[in-house]
């Protein structure tokens, strides 16, 4: 009875040390992800162009990198008006996306840190965007290039990120977009083969 | 026994020819209709038909004439008005900068000079003409005025009066050639006088002096102000206006306490302030600096202040910025756990704030995402 106990509490003893040790290290391999890896994905947007696909994309890779999301409004200031100037309808805009995109985060137990940046244009805020803040991987979806045909950036704006930003790019194509060049692709005739004949 | 030091009352307009001047010298025709000993030290009729109408019958000093590189320029005779000493004296263009030689350089100077002599003074000014609004007034219209007069100056004034027109009704002044004569009225049209920008300066010109009215009303409430003020004032700013206080620490989740603290504030129409207490001397972190920066974007944003102070307490400091900012609703997150020591010596955050700021509404964030997260099944499979 006695060695039973003994031998029992001596498995319990080598199973509590085992998960600790399997915790530990756990513990440490997520550090050093986080130290050394992907810390902030930023993933900017505008009112019109918040891409379902594009931040469902952008959480997937924050939990898979143990990376803080930081989803980024951008806010169109016009002319007319100082590019400091408060905005409180776009405010207003902004904070009920960014809180929900807060929530959608927070139920795959990613962190989020939300930003506004105000520009003159998409660009002028991107760049404010990259001037002001620190990441590791930038999330953007891509429009179809037309006005009001996809919600991401242009064609013409992606190319800019991906000459400016100091960090990955990941440009996600929207679905409608790759499904039109699909059909596109296969309406047109194939091109003539050479005959064996 | 001390001179009383006379009462300045300052007519702002948007931008020239919106009858700045005419109401000035209406109003000093009413004082000389009440009996009093009105002179005009300085008028600029601009050739205008109207403005020179109203001042006919008003003593006018004359003025003197400064020698500037081979040339005259007729300018204030500041002496001559001092010996004059009349009760009220109309003095326009007080950002006007005088001739070399005289006694000063600005007229607001001359101004100065006549309060101090305990005569009371009208004056006129364009809202561009103000230093701190002068480079918004560049950005929005494309043209630098260099003539500016401290904030001071206005701040000083007993009144300032907002002479307003609409800024269609001020195009068509000018194009019925009563702001310039006709040679210049194109010009005018192809620069400054835009609607566009006779908006933005109509909207500046609002905005400064509904920001005077407000300082006045604080400066009233304060201490020291005379009895009727201060029973006046003593339920009203209770009663009006709402103020809310976003109690924060640089991190990610103050974000949260700050737009709900906006959104509190937008519903009840009321300013917000966003409070960050530091321990003082202490070097921030990097992180820190971030926050602290992404904060200060925010704020700017929602058109919040941020405010940073130092203090081994928070709970004093958030209680002396509370009270010295008339805060009526304190808002902060959830308050971190606290060892067994501290919650045996001391109250907890929430406690010594409304002991503290008795009459002050104290909300505390919770974090909605925690509710979500506790009340649904996890749903990272939809990702």
Excluded at chain 1, 136 to 149: D, I, L, N, S
Excluded at chain 2, 184 to 199: W, Y
Excluded at chain 2, 320 to 349: C, E, H, S
Aim: net charge neutral; charged share 25%; glycine share 8%.
């Amino acid at each position: 009875m006695n060695a039973l106990a003994v031998v029992l509490l001596v498995v319990g003893v080598a199973v509590g040390f085992g998960a600790a040790l399997l915790l530990e290290r756990e513990r440490r391999t997520r550090a050093l992800r986080r130290r050394e890896g992907v810390r902030r994905i930023a993933f900017p947007f505008t009112a019109e162009g918040l891409s379902e696909p594009a931040l469902v994309a952008a959480l997937r890779l924050a939990r898979a990198e143990d990376a803080t999301l930081m989803p980024v409004y951008l806010a169109l200031v016009p002319l007319r008006l100082d590019v400091d100037v408060p905005l409180p309808r776009e405010a207003d805009t902004a904070l009920s996306l960014l809180e929900a995109i807060e929530q959608r985060a927070a139920r795959a137990h990613v962190p989020v840190d939300t930003r506004i940046e105000r520009g003159r244009t998409v660009r002028h805020a991107l760049r404010q965007l990259i001037q002001h803040e620190r990441f590791e991987r930038m999330v953007v979806a891509a429009g179809a290039g037309g006005a009001g045909e996809g919600e991401g950036f242009t064609p013409e704006d992606v190319a800019w990120l991906l000459a400016h930003v100091p960090a990955e790019l990941i440009a996600l194509r929207p679905v409608r977009a790759a499904l039109q060049t699909a059909v596109r692709a296969s309406a047109e005739p194939a091109p003539a083969q050479p005959s064996d004949a | 026994m001390a001179q009383r030091r006379g009462h300045l009352k300052v007519f702002i307009g948007m931008a020239a020819g919106v009858g700045k001047t005419y109401r000035m010298l209406q109003e000093g025709q009413a004082e000389v209709e009440a009996g009093r000993d009105v002179v005009v030290g300085y008028l600029e009729t601009h050739g205008r038909m109207d403005t020179l109408t109203q001042s006919e019958g008003l003593e006018i000093v004359p003025r003197r004439r400064v020698g500037y590189r081979d040339t005259e320029i007729e300018e204030m005779d500041l002496p001559a008005v001092l010996a004059r000493a009349p009760e009220l004296c109309l003095i326009d263009e007080l950002a006007h900068t005088n001739a070399p030689g005289v006694e000063h350089e600005k007229r607001y100077e001359d101004v100065r000079d006549v309060l101090a002599a305990g005569i009371d003074v009208f004056s006129t000014v364009n809202v561009q003409h103000l230093e701190s609004l002068n480079d918004q007034v560049t950005q929005l219209t494309g043209v630098r005025v260099r003539e500016t007069i401290p904030d001071a100056v206005l701040s000083a004034a007993d009144e300032a009066v907002l002479v307003d027109v609409t800024p269609e009704a001020l195009i068509g002044r000018l194009r019925a050639g009563k702001v310039y004569p006709p040679e210049r009225i194109q010009a005018a049209l192809g620069n400054f006088f835009k609607i566009e920008n006779l908006a933005a300066l109509r909207e500046t010109a609002l905005r400064q002096v509904a920001e005077g009215v407000e300082l006045e009303r604080r400066v009233r409430g304060a201490p020291g102000g005379r009895r009727e003020d201060r029973l006046l004032t003593s339920a009203a700013p209770q009663a009006i206006s709402e103020r809310l206080l976003a109690l924060v620490t640089p991190s990610p989740k103050s974000q949260r306490v700050v737009r709900r603290a906006w959104r509190s504030a937008q519903r009840l129409g009321a300013a917000l302030d966003v409070l960050v207490v530091r321990p003082p001397g202490a070097t921030a972190s990097t992180e820190e600096r971030e926050q602290l920066e992404a904060l200060r974007r925010l704020a700017s944003v929602l058109g919040a202040q941020l405010l940073i102070e130092e203090g081994d307490d928070v709970a004093d400091v958030a209680i002396r910025v509370a009270q010295g900012r008339n805060t009526t609703y304190v808002l902060m997150g959830t308050p971190k756990p606290r060892n067994a020591w501290r919650r045996l010596t001391q109250p907890a955050l929430p406690f010594r704030l409304l002991r503290g700021l008795p009459g002050v509404d104290l909300r505390i964030v919770a974090d909605r995402t925690l509710r979500t997260a506790a009340g649904e099944a996890v749903e990272s499979d939809e990702l």
